[in-house]
Nanobody, 121 residues
Framework: QGLLVESGGGLVQTGESLRLSCAVS????????MGWYRQALGKQRELVAT???????NYADSVKGRFTISRDNAKNTVYLQMNSLKSEDTAVYYC???????????????WGQGTQVTVSS
């Protein structure tokens, strides 16, 4: 099991909703920004949304108004609520987090294993 554990992907129809979750699987010193990226078949990985430790959010233009990122710091978990899904949202979604594993450690980015989201029309 990796450090970031994702869940919540699946197959839905156009217009439906899904919620993705990503949890840090063990206790670590500090979690900084967290976010979601996606990679469609044959395309480069792209940013979907990020959220800082203070709760500031950032979204790709393509998902603004439809997706909402949030985090529960007590559970070391980040969520992505996806509404009004479109066929072009079909991709593997990856969780990303900037983690400092120990007090003396250097923060760096970690990735989840990816979860498939398929939107069928």
């Amino acid at each position: 099991q990796g450090l970031l554990v994702e869940s919540g992907g699946g197959l839905v129809q156009t217009g439906e909703s899904l919620r993705l979750s990503c949890a840090v699987s063990r206790s670590i010193f500090k979690i900084n920004a967290m976010g979601w990226y996606r990679q469609a078949l044959g395309k480069q990985r792209e940013l979907v949304a990020t959220i800082t430790s203070g709760g500031s959010e950032n979204y790709a233009d393509s998902v603004k108004g439809r997706f909402t990122i949030s985090r529960d710091n007590a559970k070391n978990t980040v969520y992505l609520q996806m509404n009004s899904l479109k066929s072009e949202d079909t991709a593997v979604y990856y969780c990303n987090a900037d983690l400092q594993l120990g007090f003396m450690a250097t923060p760096r980015a970690y990735w989840g294993q990816g979860t498939q989201v398929t939107v069928s029309s």
